[in-house]
């Protein structure tokens, strides 16, 4: 069940100053979203989406940061993507699955609207207007999984945490999300152990890549930690 931390005041969607797609929407398909749909602020640490639960609804981040995350056994998990505000949050799950395959978590404060996914899928995915940006959506997420898999199956564990340390910087966030991650967090990113992501960290940190300052990571040598990325 999606928690319901805090209700806000719905916007009208001819009012909401956040991106979606709904230039491309009828007025009518608009009103039917608008009587369809709820908005909630939901608090850092809470769970959206829980991995194996029944799609009932589309989430569309307004505001804040979400990580995407594949729960498994003796709390290994893996955190395969990190959402930013004004992003859907699982268009790929549209078709025939009826259940979601991650985990959706706040690390932020966050504001979400939900829509329900019958109608949603009648004014978003029927609409001849809009099949472009659908279709660019879940292709840009395939694409971004599969270079995901390529680092994760053919880099060592000083190139898995470099090229996580230059995504997780690159100018695609608005917001420090590298230091909103905990050290835990940032090894289930980078697909190694927390333990060797400390030490590969101070290595770095020695070596004049990065700078740590009150557990506070900034990068000093992106040009090292691009060659690192690529070689590792």
Same mark, same amino acid.
């Given at each position: &069940?999606?928690?319901?931390?805090?209700?806000?005041?719905? $916007?009208? @969607?001819?009012?909401?100053?956040?991106? @979606?797609?709904?230039?491309?929407?009828?007025?009518?398909?608009?009103?039917?979203?608008?009587?369809?749909?709820?908005?909630?602020?939901?608090?850092?640490?809470?769970?959206?989406?829980?991995?194996?639960?029944?799609?009932?609804?589309?989430?569309?981040?307004?505001?804040?940061?979400?990580?995407?995350?594949? $729960?498994?056994?003796?709390?290994?998990?893996?955190?395969?993507?990190?959402?930013? +505000?004004?992003?859907?949050?699982?268009?790929?799950?549209?078709?025939?699955?009826?259940?979601?395959?991650?985990?959706?978590?706040?690390?932020?404060? @966050?504001?979400? @609207?939900?829509?329900?996914?019958?109608?949603?899928?009648?004014?978003?995915?029927?609409?001849?207007?809009?099949?472009?940006?659908?279709?660019?959506?879940?292709?840009?997420?395939?694409?971004?999984?599969? +270079?995901?898999?390529?680092?994760?199956?053919?880099?060592?564990?000083?190139?898995?945490?470099?090229?996580?340390?230059?995504?997780?910087?690159?100018?695609?966030?608005?917001?420090?999300? *590298?230091?909103?991650?905990?050290?835990?967090?940032?090894?289930?990113?980078?697909?190694?152990?927390?333990?060797?992501?400390?030490?590969?960290?101070?290595? &770095?940190?020695?070596?004049?890549?990065?700078?740590?300052?009150?557990?506070?990571?900034?990068?000093?040598?992106?040009? *090292?930690?691009?060659?690192?990325?690529?070689?590792?």
């Amino acid at each position: &069940m999606l928690p319901m931390i805090k209700l806000s005041n719905i $916007e009208n @969607c001819n009012e909401c100053k956040h991106k @979606c797609i709904k230039n491309d929407l009828t007025t009518n398909s608009m009103q039917l979203i608008n009587e369809n749909k709820s908005e909630q602020e939901i608090l850092a640490g809470e769970v959206i989406i829980r991995q194996g639960s029944f799609i009932s609804q589309i989430a569309y981040l307004k505001k804040g940061v979400v990580k995407k995350v594949i $729960e498994g056994k003796n709390d290994r998990n893996t955190i395969i993507k990190i959402i930013e +505000g004004e992003s859907f949050l699982a268009l790929p799950v549209l078709g025939s699955v009826d259940k979601y395959p991650f985990s959706i978590v706040t690390l932020t404060d @966050c504001k979400i @609207c939900f829509i329900k996914k019958d109608i949603f899928c009648k004014e978003f995915i029927h609409n001849k207007n809009i099949g472009g940006f659908l279709i660019d959506s879940i292709s840009d997420d395939y694409n971004y999984m599969y +270079g995901k898999m390529v680092t994760i199956s053919t880099r060592n564990n000083h190139g898995k945490l470099a090229t996580a340390l230059l995504y997780l910087t690159d100018n695609i966030f608005k917001t420090d999300v *590298l230091n909103t991650l905990s050290r835990k967090e940032l090894s289930e990113f980078s697909s190694i152990s927390k333990e060797s992501t400390n030490k590969i960290l101070q290595q &770095m940190n020695h070596d004049g890549l990065i700078e740590i300052r009150r557990d506070k990571i900034k990068i000093k040598r992106r040009d *090292l930690l691009e060659k690192l990325s690529t070689v590792g």
